[in-house]
């Protein structure tokens, strides 16, 4: 026994001493603490959920909502649908606005970052004092006065502002226009799209290849032009035109017919877009202005004009300092949507961490649900950032 005592300090002493071994210990011992503050935190909330008559479950997706929401472009929805269907369509309204604010922001924010380069006096001031402004004013503030232009300064329904020939409206109740009606046939031509598509991709990719090993140079632009053109337009004449359109009519106080995007759509995409896309243009104009100054002369030299240099130099090397930051400023924009329950944009937070909240009063069921979404969505968006750099990153040959 006296043996066995004095060998077992020694064993413990020599693990804690071995680097790798202290570090897997260090780790065991701090996710046990972790987990037993997550199980008495769950046992709280069950102990505090029965002291006032509540339990913890999930059955209230299944009632009835028995709320209207005025934006559902994807999916049809009552306020006879459940829970769990309000939460659908509050959770695609949140992926349009963060799918669209994050293309306009993209958009706008490489503009306003180059600008800020321009030789151009005139040109250079205008994007610093925009983003200056626009930084420094909470989001909140910006999607709140686009509402109030939107709503106030945009005439009444009956008074809409009519574009392209009676088929585009515009009012304070939204933006009408026509929305397109699938008749037998129009799957045929999605397929032929689809189709054109992974054949634009695959000769992009054909054509990079064979340039990097003989230097040929084929007109990539134009001949995937041709291609998501040409093909579904075969395709339509083929099948007979089978895609019609629905065009928006007046009558009595609102249109029928079309599709119409709302007012709250408009300023939250809008509010959300160029404020993101201030931040995005100091980040481009740093990925910018990292790239060595040789590169631009060198490429003069060669005899390119300053926008293909910008094209094909500058802008494919500062990408690798531009997306990291970008990610971020993805993530933002998407959680930033949650303020869509401002004005009345019926996004996950405002059907299920909102109205469905106040309704069932499942306020740990709802609020997990959402965060369960927003970190799904964060995830991915990461994800998909992270294989995009990897796709741009310097490769040696």
């Given at each position: 026994?006296?043996?066995?005592?004095?060998?077992?300090?020694?064993?413990?002493?020599?693990?804690?001493?071995?680097?790798?071994?202290?570090?897997?210990?260090?780790?065991?011992?701090?996710?046990?603490?972790?987990?037993?503050?997550?199980?008495?935190?769950?046992?709280?909330?069950?102990?505090?959920?029965?002291?006032?008559?509540?339990?913890?479950?999930?059955?209230?997706?299944?009632?009835?909502?028995?709320?209207?929401?005025?934006?559902?472009?994807f999916i049809e929805y009552t306020n006879k649908s459940t829970h769990l269907m309000a939460g659908v369509v509050g959770l695609l309204n949140t992926l349009l606005i963060a799918f669209w604010g994050c293309i306009l922001a993209t958009l706008l924010g490489f503009l306003l970052g180059i600008m800020r380069l321009s030789s151009n006096w005139l040109v250079s001031r205008i994007s610093y004092v925009f983003v200056e402004f626009v930084r420094n004013v909470p989001v909140l503030i910006h999607i709140l006065a686009i509402y109030a232009i939107v709503v106030t300064i945009l005439p009444a329904t009956r008074q809409a502002l009519s574009l392209g020939g009676d088929t585009f409206f515009l009012s304070n109740r939204g933006f009408y226009i026509p929305a397109p009606i699938y008749e037998t046939g129009a799957g045929w031509v999605g397929i032929v799209l689809l189709i054109s598509i992974a054949l634009a991709i695959g000769f992009k990719r054909w054509a990079r290849r064979v340039q990097d090993q003989t230097g040929k140079i084929y007109p990539v632009f134009w001949i995937s032009l041709a291609l998501l053109i040409g093909l579904p337009g075969i395709a339509l004449i083929g099948t007979g035109f089978p895609i019609s359109w629905d065009i928006p009519e007046l009558k009595g106080f609102n249109f029928q017919g079309g599709m119409a995007i709302k007012p709250e759509f408009l300023a939250l995409w809008l509010g959300l877009s160029y404020y993101t896309a201030a931040f995005i243009a100091e980040i481009v104009r740093a990925g910018i202005t990292a790239v060595s100054h040789g590169q631009t002369e060198a490429a003069h030299a060669l005899g390119l004009r300053p926008n293909r240099t910008l094209q094909l130099i500058i802008v494919p090397q500062a990408l690798r300092i531009i997306v990291p930051p970008l990610c971020s400023q993805y993530l933002n924009l998407t959680k930033n949507s949650s303020l869509a329950i401002a004005i009345g944009y019926m996004d996950i937070t405002a059907t299920l961490g909102g109205i469905s909240l106040m309704q069932t009063g499942k306020e740990m069921e709802t609020m997990l649900i959402v965060m369960g979404v927003y970190l799904i969505i964060s995830l991915l968006i990461s994800s998909f950032m992270n294989w995009f750099n990897s796709r741009i990153k310097l490769t040696e040959r």
């Open positions: 026994m006296t043996t066995l005592t004095n060998q077992t300090p020694k064993g413990l002493s020599r693990l804690w001493r071995n680097k790798e071994s202290r570090g897997v210990i260090i780790q065991i011992i701090t996710m046990a603490i972790v987990f037993a503050l997550l199980a008495a935190i769950g046992r709280n909330v069950v102990v505090n959920l029965e002291a006032v008559g509540k339990d913890f479950s999930f059955d209230f997706l299944s009632w009835p909502a028995a709320y209207d929401i005025g934006f559902s472009p």
